[in-house]
């Protein structure tokens, strides 16, 4: 339950009109017509895009708690390979930065190629998993591989 001052603050939010207002040639403010008001706020809200045109909105996903839900991409084997190769990199980086006896030069490699190469199917399997999460949370059935059988 919202305390006393954030339902204040809550309710001075919504008493605050905005108004367009135009100045004329003598500096005097006139009042905008309630037709140019709506044209000017639909305006507003389609921000052009990089090559001048409207950008296209997105239909927006809420949770039951009515937030927004981020869109969640399929999951791909080239996604997850680019992962491994940052961990890779990030954990050939940690084991020749820490430690009072470095490995070799050979060790840290194949070290971090091993856990590079199990790494990537687990990075999958983490896209696939938010995935199915997402699709699920949306309403839609998650797509099934037709070979696999549960």
């Given at each position: 339950?919202?305390?006393?001052?954030?339902?204040?603050?809550?309710?001075?939010?919504?008493?605050?009109?905005?108004?367009?207002?135009?100045?004329?040639?003598?500096?005097?403010?006139?009042?905008a017509?309630?037709?140019?008001?709506?044209?000017?706020?639909?305006?507003?809200?389609?921000?052009?895009?990089?090559?001048?045109?409207?950008?296209?909105?997105?239909?927006?996903?809420?949770?039951?708690?009515?937030?927004?839900?981020?869109?969640?991409?399929?999951?791909?084997?080239?996604?997850a390979?680019?992962?491994?190769?940052?961990?890779?990199?990030?954990?050939?980086?940690f084991?020749?930065?820490?430690?009072?006896?470095?490995?070799?030069?050979?060790?840290?490699?194949?070290?971090?190629?091993?856990?590079?190469?199990?790494?990537?199917?687990?990075?999958?399997?983490?896209?696939?998993?938010?995935?199915?999460r997402?699709?699920?949370?949306?309403?839609?059935?998650?797509?099934?591989?037709?070979?696999?059988?549960?």
């Amino acid at each position: 339950m919202p305390t006393r001052k954030q339902r204040r603050r809550r309710q001075k939010g919504k008493r605050h009109d905005y108004e367009y207002v135009y100045v004329d040639a003598e500096g005097n403010e006139v009042e905008a017509d309630p037709e140019e008001e709506a044209t000017a706020t639909q305006a507003a809200r389609a921000k052009p895009s990089a090559n001048g045109k409207p950008a296209k909105t997105s239909a927006v996903v809420k949770d039951s708690r009515g937030r927004t839900v981020r869109t969640v991409r399929p999951p791909s084997w080239r996604r997850a390979a680019q992962r491994g190769g940052m961990f890779v990199v990030v954990l050939f980086l940690f084991i020749s930065l820490v430690g009072k006896h470095k490995p070799s030069l050979e060790a840290r490699i194949g070290l971090a190629a091993l856990y590079g190469v199990a790494a990537v199917p687990f990075f999958y399997w983490m896209d696939r998993l938010a995935f199915r999460r997402y699709q699920k949370l949306r309403g839609g059935a998650p797509a099934r591989d037709p070979k696999r059988k549960r």
